[in-house]
Each structure stands twice: as C-alpha cells, then as structure tokens.
Antibody, heavy 115, light 107 residues
C-alpha cells in the first residue's frame, strides 16, 4: 500500500530554519517524481518544489534560493530544507508523488513562522 | 511561467444539477492537465489526469475535457458529498502551477 507520512513542521521565528520529512512506503522515491505543495491558512494550493527520478530539482520563484529538496534512498524519504523563513511561508506542507498527476499525498505538516 | 485561471471562483448548485468548472492556461499545455478535489480539512485528492482520464475509484459522474489552453471539469449530477474546492493544475513541466480554486456549495 502506498503511503506518505509528512513530519517536521513546527513554530519557528522569522529568519529561522526547518527541515520537513516525507517518509514513503509501498513504492521507491528514487524512481518517482516527488513534489512539495503548500497551503497557507484559508488559501489555495501552491506548488513548491520537485525532485525528479534523475535527481534534478526545481523550485517555485517564491522559495528559490531559500528551500532545498533532497532525498535519502536508504530511508526512502524526501526532505525539504527551509532556510530564511518568512511569515508568508506559514502553511500546511504536503509531499506528493507525481505519476500521472499528484496521485498520492501525505497528510501534511504545519509550519508557522512567527515571533 | 504559465498561469492557470479557473472560473468561477465559487459556485452554488442544487443536488442533481450538472456543474461545469473551467480552467484556462496562459499558454498551450496539450493535455497535461489534472483536476483535484479538496474537502474541508482534508488532503487534496486526484480526480482526473491527462485532462480526461478518471483516476481509479473516482465516481463516473466526474469527467474532464479540453486540450491546449481551455479545459473543463464536469459533474453530471451533483451530490451532497461533492461539496469541496476544486483545483486544476498544469502537469507538463515545472512549475506545476495550480489554479486558484473553485469552491462548490450546495444550494
């Protein structure tokens, strides 16, 4: 059974850092495209970043230079390292498998950036 | 970057109605278009990919059409459990931009 478990969300001060994790089971992250999507409170979905099966990465302009997506094949886990956090980064962050559309999603983890 | 624009932003319809939501891409994306349903407090769910292919387990009252820049999500007979916000998404290459969402309510 395919499952994604998101974790690592927390309250952090502006300018701080946080690392989110997405632990996968039932499939191999290294042979799939994996994305992070976020949703600010009361707002719509915003795509954040993708790591392709070949290892290439892409980012939304809003996070470029501050966020880094990576994966650990041995742990079958995808990460999102978030630095220089701002208030507008406050959101629920979801990881998702990208096959035909984003077919499986994690449950989401809440990141709150506030002093 | 390609922008995705949905209309309407909100919609109220009666049970049994036929409901149509449209999505327009600022440039052609062939059929690389997905639709998602997000119920309040829940994780988004994939409904349709490749513009018209129904994801496994999705009721057949949902259908999608379109190609190029103009796409449509149709619910043939609205049910109470269809209350949700619906999003389109370009699925051809990064950035995988979502539309702003269409909130569907029951009259």
């Amino acid at each position: 059974e395919v499952q994604l478990v998101d974790s690592g969300g927390n309250l952090v001060q502006p300018g701080g850092s946080l690392r989110l994790s997405c632990a996968a089971s039932g499939f191999t992250v290294s042979t799939n495209y994996m994305s992070w999507v976020r949703q600010a409170p009361g707002k719509g979905l915003e795509w954040v970043s993708v790591i392709y099966s070949g290892g290439s990465t892409y980012y939304a302009d809003s996070v470029k230079g501050r966020f880094t997506i990576s994966r650990d094949i041995s742990k079958n886990t995808v990460y999102l390292q978030m630095n220089s956090l701002r208030g507008e980064d406050t959101a629920v962050y979801y990881c998702a498998r990208h096959l035909d559309g984003f077919d499986f999603w994690g449950q989401g983890t809440m990141v709150t950036v506030s002093s | 970057d390609i922008q995705m624009t949905q209309s309407p932003s909100s919609l109220s319809a009666s049970v049994g109605d036929r409901v149509t939501i449209t999505c327009r891409a600022s440039q052609g994306i062939s059929n690389f278009l997905a639709w998602y349903q997000q119920k309040p407090g829940k994780v988004p769910k994939l409904l349709i990919y490749a513009a018209s292919i129904l994801q496994s387990g999705v009721p057949s009252r949902f259908s999608g059409s379109g190609s190029g820049t103009d796409f449509t999500l149709t619910i043939s007979s609205l049910q109470p459990e269809d209350v949700a916000t619906y999003y389109c998404q370009k699925d051809n290459s990064a950035p995988y931009t979502f539309g702003q969402g269409t909130k569907l309510e029951i009259k």
